[in-house]
């Protein structure tokens, strides 16, 4: 954090609060300054000094309006809206059932994006970028509408497809995140394309290394590392822009340092990359491989938390757990009265009481019809216990879902 004279202050900066003052303005809310004619608002108003969070800086291309929106006043408290306030983050234009149509063909043509471009690097060819940036967008504008369902397909899937669906999964992850942040669009479509070719370097690492169940030795590891280098290139090369690059070479760096490729550490890793290096292993640690059982989304969140603040950015790892919710959408849970289902939609007022999607019974070890059960509802007498794996109850969770809840 930093304090500076409002005049010091540039299109893009996060205030974090107002120090000093002439007057009594009231400023409503924490947020990003994206204009000069903001500035300018606070100066007139008696802002003397505030507190800005340097590494929320965003890079904005808007036009420079200085006219000042509000002016000078002998009113002794001054209401105005300057800085920018967060979009409405779990708003809902679309019911699930019918956001899971788009949002599923969405995701599969993503995977055959990412396949074809795997493919063209294999092959000495360039990435065409205009279906990348199309597939960004065609994702954003499904989670506008209704993020869960992205969001739900994002934790089913298969053990066999993880280097295809983790880049996806971290797309979708990185854009709802940016949505929670109350980013732009242009920013989180950037976010989106880049997260989609994070890891596209991979693609250079031979595959008895990058396929190798147990624990890689050192010379194998520092060649692994070399992916986010490979990564850094091809985006570059593909002319996605600064951010898109700095999302594929540096999601693996870590704050204090100790990350790679480039040990860069504090100030060298913008709002951007945290964000990515959070939302990376995250999605990593709860995957399911054929060599590991994943996480559940709780026991990731305590990993991030414990990490903090050597390796992520504690106050992003708080709002990333907020936006996802500690019982995320496609968790498989069970309820106090031991049926198990899926969370088929989320409650943003009442995080613990979302709508479950029930179709076993670990009392009885059997399917059961499948229900919808609205743990907000004040006629259930029912509520979460806990999130479970599938294998607990020999479930094959992803036959469920294909045939219960997909399209």
């Not at 990376?280 to 989304?297: F, H, N, Q, S």
Request: glycine letters at 4%.
């Amino acid at each position: 954090m930093k304090i500076i004279n409002v005049n010091e202050l540039e299109p893009g900066m996060f205030v974090a609060r107002v120090t000093r003052q002439t007057g009594r303005v009231k400023v409503k809310n924490q947020g990003w300054v994206k204009t000069q004619k903001a500035i300018s608002a606070l100066a007139a108003a008696g802002i003397v000094e505030v507190e800005i969070d340097p590494s929320k800086t965003l890079q904005t291309e808007q036009p420079v309006d200085t006219a000042p929106i509000v002016e000078a006043s002998s009113t002794p408290v001054i209401e105005t809206p300057t800085l920018e306030e967060k979009p409405k983050a779990w708003h809902k234009v679309t019911k699930i059932d019918k956001e899971l149509d788009v949002a599923v063909e969405l995701y599969n043509e993503a995977k055959q994006l990412q396949k074809k471009a795997f493919d063209d690097i294999r092959d000495g060819r360039n990435i065409d970028v205009e279906p990348f940036k199309a597939a960004a967008n065609g994702i954003i504008d499904s989670i506008f509408r209704n993020q869960d369902a992205l969001s739900c397909i994002a934790r089913i899937r298969e053990k066999d497809s993880y280097l295809l669906e983790h880049s996806l999964n971290v797309s979708i992850l990185i854009s709802i995140f940016a949505k929670h942040l109350g980013l732009e669009r242009d920013i989180i479509e950037q976010l989106a394309t880049g997260a989609l070719l994070h890891d596209i370097g991979k693609i250079q690492v031979p595959d008895a290394i990058l396929h190798k169940p147990g624990k890689l030795t050192d010379e194998e590891f520092a060649i692994m590392q070399q992916h986010a280098n490979y990564s850094r290139d091809i985006v570059e090369t593909a002319g996605l822009g600064e951010i898109a690059s700095q999302i594929a070479g540096f999601h693996h760096e870590r704050l204090d340092g100790t990350g790679y490729p480039y040990r860069l550490k504090g100030d060298d890793l913008s709002l951007y990359v945290r964000m990515a290096s959070i939302v990376d292993v995250y999605d990593a640690l709860t995957a399911e491989r054929v060599y590991k059982v994943g996480m559940t989304p709780i026991k990731a969140f305590k990993y991030l938390k414990d990490n903090c603040p050597n390796h992520f950015d504690e106050s992003l790892v708080t709002q990333f757990i907020q936006c996802i919710g500690l019982y995320p959408v496609g968790t498989l849970v069970k309820l106090r009265s031991f049926k198990v289902g899926v969370i088929a939609e989320s409650n943003h007022e009442a995080p613990l009481k979302p709508v479950v999607k029930v179709f076993y019974s670990a009392k009885h070890m059997h399917y059961v019809p499948v229900q919808d059960i609205d743990l907000s509802s004040k006629k259930i007498d029912d509520e979460l216990d806990a999130a479970i794996k599938p294998e607990e109850f020999s479930i094959d969770l992803i036959r469920f879902f294909r045939q219960s809840m997909l399209p």
